[in-house]
Structure formats: structure tokens, C-alpha cells
Nanobody, 124 residues
Framework: QVQLVESGGGSVQAGGSLKLSCGTS????????LGWFRQSPGKEREEVAV????????YTVAPVQGRFTISHDSEKKTIYLKMDDLQPEDTAIYYC?????????????????WGQGTQVTVSS
């Protein structure tokens, strides 16, 4: 059974940092797209950062480029999202997700497996 469990959320002031973790199990880590998404109140869920190519490649979306970094530990089957210079607009529930695939365009959507989410709150 596929499981993804996020941790590391919390409350910080603007300019602060957090590192989210997502422990995974039940699937082949190296043959899946792995991503971080977020959803703010009243907004649709949006992608933040994605690992593809078996974890050898990644991208982050424009609003977080230069501030957020996605990484992984294959032995621990864990993915991370390091968030620096957090801003109030980063306040959201952050989710990790997985789906089979490795190509960039495959990994842009249709994620099948989701964690329960972890809250990140940034105050000004």
C-alpha cells in the first residue's frame, strides 16, 4: 500500500525557514515522479516543486525559485522541501505526492497518491 507522510510544518515569521519531509513506502521510489504541492485557503492546489527522472532532475515553479529546494534520500525513501525566505503568501497546507513516471511532462500532473498535508503559516 502506497503511503506518504509529511512532517516539518509550523509557524514562522517572514524571512524564516522550514524544512518539510515526506516519508514514503509501498512503491518503487526510483520509478516515480515525486512532488510537493500546496493549497492556500480559497485557492486551488498548485505545484511547488517536482523530482523526475528517477530523482536525477527537478524543477521548481517561478514563485519559489531561488527560495525553495527539493531533494531526496533514496535510501530513506524520503523527499524534502527546504524553504528559505518564507513570505506570508507561502502560507498553505503543503502536500507531497507520487505517481509512476520519469519524464518531465509526465510528472507535471495526474498524481495518484497523496499525503495528508502539513500546515505552514508565515506571519509578517
Amino acid at each position: 500500500q502506497v503511503q506518504l507522510v509529511e512532517s516539518g510544518g509550523g509557524s514562522v515569521q517572514a524571512g524564516g525557514s522550514l524544512k518539510l519531509s515526506c516519508g514514503t513506502s509501498g512503491f518503487d521510489f526510483s520509478t516515480h515522479c515525486l512532488g510537493w504541492f500546496r493549497q492556500s485557503p480559497g485557492k486551488e492546489r498548485e505545484e511547488v516543486a517536482v523530482l523526475f527522472g528517477g530523482g536525477g532532475s527537478y524543477y521548481t515553479v517561478a514563485p519559489v525559485q531561488g527560495r525553495f529546494t527539493i531533494s531526496h534520500d533514496s535510501e530513506k525513501k524520503t523527499i524534502y522541501l527546504k524553504m528559505d525566505d518564507l513570505q506570508p503568501e507561502d502560507t498553505a497546507i503543503y502536500y507531497c505526492a507520487a505517481r509512476p513516471g520519469a519524464l518531465y511532462f509526465t510528472c507535471r500532473g495526474n498524481y495518484q497518491h497523496w499525503g495528508q498535508g502539513t500546515q505552514v503559516t508565515v506571519s509578517s
